[in-house]
Structures are given as structure tokens and as C-alpha cells.
């Protein structure tokens, strides 16, 4: 069959566009680690699903570049993006190009992301934007531009918060614009080769601020401890970025029909007897939820407070819980925005919420307070109070103070069902703390310090008798005390009658980037 020689031109000009006409600078990419754009896109859609806006864009550069030149080294402009599906399910994928310009946002490229960010929102598709890239591009000439500043994209991309999911990956220098693209998302997945900066290493040397590689502004190591990403992974894993980031989406498709139950029975020792002992919280994480629907995020960040979603037969939920190997699971600043921000994130698309609570309060102390401790644990209170998707509270061990109320929402009546595990105790502070506070003057008339102690001693096992979750429930301040190998079937329950017409609807409220 003939080609007639308009196709063949428009052929010809599409096999451009193909990482197959620049294999030099693609196998360059590869040895350092990287992969092209269009391998990120195929390795995360569905083979044969993806549709492409805009491959036939060029940068605005034809006043100082031969148009040949133009379709050899600027191609798409630096994006790739367009539809495709996940399993089945569509979605939304863009990438910049690092093989055009170091990833640069060019002035046609923004204009793609524009429309693909216009149809995003349209259509309401989950979205995987991978990020890396040099930032903003100074040298698009073909378009008058003074400052530049009148591009909406990250308007965008920003109004977008709440309204669909947005999940960034970030696998290499990423910088200014791209690094903005990356920290308004909702979940960042990152890797080793990640660096994460408001500026590269030329706008910091100009700005005098010294000579840095890309690698040194904001590696990965850095930006799980700050809590800029959400997830780091190897590329050498099992998962990968890509991986990664297919697994995050798939909690915001929609429940999974297949799912298999851990062995419940092994949570009735998972939390030692007495409140000295810490323990580590994932494995019970992991046992209340699905096999292998478990994922961990910002673990590097406040690892006093777990923040995780997962799975209970086959629907999404977030989980919030404290780490008593951590600041003995006390509320500190960082995991009140840590902690707030996943509500958040939660409430907004209709995730359901289990807080497990092993709390002795609130930090407490000068150098706490130097961290802002007022404004920042309250953060978590305001997220609690606000949430519409259900909270289901269960308190393991202690839940002590204004920690305990704000793990709880506000109250132990605010969440849809307050439980407790056997052996937990309840309380307006820490029991020996409410001892010597409220005994102060008598235990001050006892001389003898040996005599004092052992006072303090007796009347905080008074006190631990007095407050035990049978003893609560008792005076109906919490709903229920169950056995720990029935918490997974009443938390399934609960969200089984919240969402009745099988699936609940998030507020759609804006997730603050922190």
C-alpha cells in the first residue's frame, strides 16, 4: 500500500520525537543511572494505553536555532505527558525530559502541561508527574517575555490539591519550577539520585552563596529527614520509583476485590505489659490491615508518630499511630504537622482513618516549646476535628492528655468508635505526673526521700487501677475494651456502615503541602 507523501512527512517527523533518534545521548543517560521520559511513562501505564498531547512541540528558539536543530535537540519541548491507564483504570502521566535542556521548563512546554493540567482537572484523573528537572528556561526567545512571572502551571497544578491525586517522582536533580511541581504534589517518591532545591547549584553560585554540585543541594537522605518526601526508594528494589508510584495511585482507584487477612491472633502480644517498654508499631500495622497493602510514609521524618496507608478487606485507609522507640510516642511539633497533614490527605479523598494511640502527651519542656509546640500540635487538632471520613480510634496502652484527645480528634467521643486493647490505661496526664502534681504539698511534708518514692510509688498504682479501659468504660468515656484479635473485624465493620453505598466520598478540601 502507498504512502501518500503527507502521512510519510508526519511518520518521519514522529520518529524523531523517539528516544530511538538520540541513541548516543540515551545510552549516556543510561550509564548515569537515568532513564528517558518516554521509558518512565511506559514503564508506568498500561502497554499501548498512552495518548500523547503535544509530541510535536519544539522549544521557542527558532530566532537563534535552525529548525532542523530544533527537532533534533528540543524535542516535545522538554514534556512528555498525555492519558493512559493503570490497570485498567485511567490516569494521567507527565514527565520532563532530561535528555532536552536538563528537564527545563520551556515557555511551549508550559503551555502542554497547561492543557494537560486543564483536561486533568476535567476529567478528574489521578495524576504521576515526574519531576526532575533544571527549573525554569531562560533562553526561549521566540516568545516576548520580560519576567515570565504570568505562567499559570503551577497555579495549576497547586488548585488541583483535594481534587485529584497527584503523585510526583522525582529520579534526578530537580530544581526551582520542577522542584515546586514536585512539593505541591500530594505524595513525592524519590530516589537515590534525587536532589531536591528551591535553586541549583548556578542560582545559588549567584546568588554568592557558594559552589555546590546538584548532588550536595538537597539529596534524598536530607529530604527524608526534613519530610519533603514522602517515600524514598532504590531503583534496585523490588518496587523501584516507578513501581512505587503505581502502588501509591492504586490506594486512590478504589477498593481491590482480592485481599487475605494476617493471622489476628498474634496482636494479642504485640504490645508489652507495663508502659517502659517500647515497641516497634509496623507490625501491628501490618497485621490490622491486608497482606502486603501496607505503605509507610515520611518515615524518616517525626518517626515518633507512623503515618501508613493501607488496606481492610480491600478498601484504602490511613493509619496514624505513635512510636514508643521515639520520644516515647510524646505528640512533638513535627509529628503534629506530620500527623495533620495526613488527615488531611486522608479527608480529602475519602480515605477512613484507624489511630492507634500509645501516647504519654504532648512534649513537654523549654526546648520543646522552642519548637513552636502550641501551634503546631494544635494543627493536628484542628485536622481531627474537621474530618468527614470516619475516625476509629484504638487506644493500646496509654492515652494520656491532650496527646491522647488529639490522636482522638479532640475527645474520645469524636472519633466514630473509641476502643481500647486490655492492659490500656487512660488519663488527664501521665499517672506518676498527676501523683506528684496533685499530692504535691503532702508528698512535700514526707522527709524521708526513700519514703516519698515509695508514696509516689502506691499512689500511682492506685491511680493505674483507677484508670484502666475497663474502668473508662465503665463510665462510658470510651465505647468499648475488646480483645486485639477483634480490632480488624470492628474497624471493617464500622467503615462497611460509613459507607454504605460501598464507597466513601472525600471533602475535597485542599492538603496543605506540609
Known sequence: MSIRPELLEVLARRAL????????????LHARGGRTAREQVAALVDPG?????????????EDKREIDDLLDRTVADGIVGGLATIDGRACAVLSYDYLVMAGTQGMRGHRKTDRLLDVVERLALPTVFFAAGGGGRPGDTDIPLVSALDVPTFAAWARLSGKVPRIAVVEGPCFAGNAVIAGCSDLVVATPRASLGMGGPA??????????????????????????????????????AVGTARRLLGYFLGPEESWVAPDQGVLREAVPEGERTSYDLL???ETLCDEDSVTVLRPGFAP?????????????????????????????????????????????????VVSLVDTPGMMVG???????????????????????VPLVGVVLRRGYGLGAQAML??????????????GAHLGAMGLEGAVRLSMRRELEAIEDEAEREQQVRELT??????????????HFEIDDVIDPAETRQVVAALISAAARDGRLVGSGRTVDTW
Open 17 to 28: 520525537t523517539e528516544d530511538t533518534a538520540r541513541p548516543e545521548a540515551v545510552e549516556r
Open 49 to 61: 494505553s498512552f495518548v500523547e498531547y503535544g509530541r510535536f512541540v519544539t522549544a521557542a528558539q
Open 203 to 240: 542560582m545559588i553560585a549567584g546568588g554568592g552563596l557558594g559552589d555546590f554540585t546538584a548532588a550536595e543541594v538537597g539529596p534524598l537522605d536530607v529530604m527524608e529527614a526534613n519530610g519533603v518526601v514522602d517515600v524514598g526508594v532504590d531503583d534496585d528494589g523490588a518496587l523501584g
Open 283 to 285: 507490625p501491628v500495622v
Open 304 to 352: 515518633e508518630l507512623v503515618t501508613a496507608l493501607g488496606r481492610i478487606e480491600g478498601r484504602t485507609v490511613g493509619v496514624i499511630g505513635n512510636d514508643t522507640r521515639h520520644s516515647a510516642g510524646a505528640i512533638t511539633a513535627d509529628a503534629g504537622d506530620k500527623a495533620a497533614r495526613f488527615l488531611q490527605l486522608c479527608d480529602a479523598y475519602g480515605f477512613p
Open 366 to 388: 523549654p526546648d520543646a516549646e522552642r519548637t513552636g509546640m502550641v501551634r503546631h500540635t494544635s494543627r493536628l487538632l484542628v485536622a481531627g476535628a474537621q474530618l468527614q
Open 409 to 422: 480528634g479532640g475527645s474520645t467521643h469524636q472519633p466514630l468508635m473509641t476502643l481500647a486493647w486490655p
Open 461 to 474: 498504682a492506685y491511680a493505674q487501677a483507677h484508670s484502666t479501659a475497663l474502668n473508662v468504660a465503665r
